[in-house]
Each structure stands twice: as structure tokens, then as C-alpha cells.
């Protein structure tokens, strides 16, 4: 049985960091990618970065970039997502989820692509 369980959202204020933490179990490692997504309230769900589990691929949204730096540790089959100087329009659920294969430049971002999904922590950017 697949699962993965994110952690690490939080209420904080604009300009701080937060590391979120994404845990998977019962997959394959090297043969998915795992995405971040997030979804503001009356939003869609956006692609914020993702990386390969097998490759030094990752990506990144654009309003992330520079901002945002996504990592893995294949031992504690972990994915990390370090959010620095966040902004109110940062918050939002985010959610982990693990597609099989490479991510590609064009669809990466794609969440139907995903096959699991966590369940979501909340990350709260005070102005």
C-alpha cells in the first residue's frame, strides 16, 4: 500500500521559512518523481517543484524560483521542500504526490499525471 504523509505546514510571517516533509512508503523509490502542489482556497491547484527520485532533475514553478529549493534523502525516503522568504500568497494546503518515471519540462506540473497523493498540511504567511 502506497502512502504518503506530508508534514511541517505551519502559520508564519512573511519573509520567514518553513521545511516541509514528505515521507513515502510502499513505492518503488527510483522509479517515481514526487511533486509538491498547493492549493489556495478558491484556487486551482498549482505545480510548485518536483525531482526525480533516480536523477538530478528537478523543477520549479516560477513564482517559486529562487525562493523555494526542493531535495530528497533516499535513505529515509523523504522528500524536503525549503521554503524561504515566504509571502502571504504562499499560503495555501500543500500536498506531496509521486508519479512513476522522469518528470519532464512540460508536464511536471501536470497532477493528473500523479498516481498518489498525501493529504495535505497547511501553510499559513502572515503579513
Known amino acids: 500500500q502506497v502512502q504518503l504523509v506530508e508534514s511541517g505546514g505551519d502559520l508564519v510571517q512573511s519573509g520567514g521559512s518553513l521545511r516541509l516533509s514528505c515521507v513515502a512508503s510502499?513505492?518503488?523509490?527510483?522509479?517515481?518523481?514526487i511533486g509538491w502542489f498547493r492549493q489556495a482556497p478558491g484556487k486551482e491547484r498549482e505545480g510548485v517543484s518536483c525531482?526525480?527520485?533516480?536523477?538530478?532533475?528537478?523543477y520549479y514553478a516560477d513564482s517559486v524560483k529562487g525562493r523555494f529549493a526542493i531535495s530528497r534523502d533516499n535513505d529515509k525516503n523523504t522528500v524536503y521542500l525549503q521554503m524561504n522568504n515566504l509571502k502571504p500568497e504562499d499560503t495555501a494546503v500543500y500536498y506531496c504526490?509521486?508519479?512513476?518515471?522522469?518528470?519532464?519540462?512540460?508536464?511536471?506540473?501536470?497532477?493528473?499525471?500523479?498516481?498518489?497523493w498525501g493529504q495535505g498540511t497547511q501553510v499559513t504567511v502572515s503579513s
Open positions: 504526490a509521486a508519479a512513476s518515471g522522469p518528470p519532464y519540462s512540460n508536464s511536471w506540473s501536470w497532477g493528473d499525471l500523479y498516481n498518489y
Open positions: 510502499g513505492l518503488t523509490w527510483d522509479y517515481y518523481h
Open positions: 525531482i526525480s527520485m533516480s536523477h538530478d532533475i528537478t
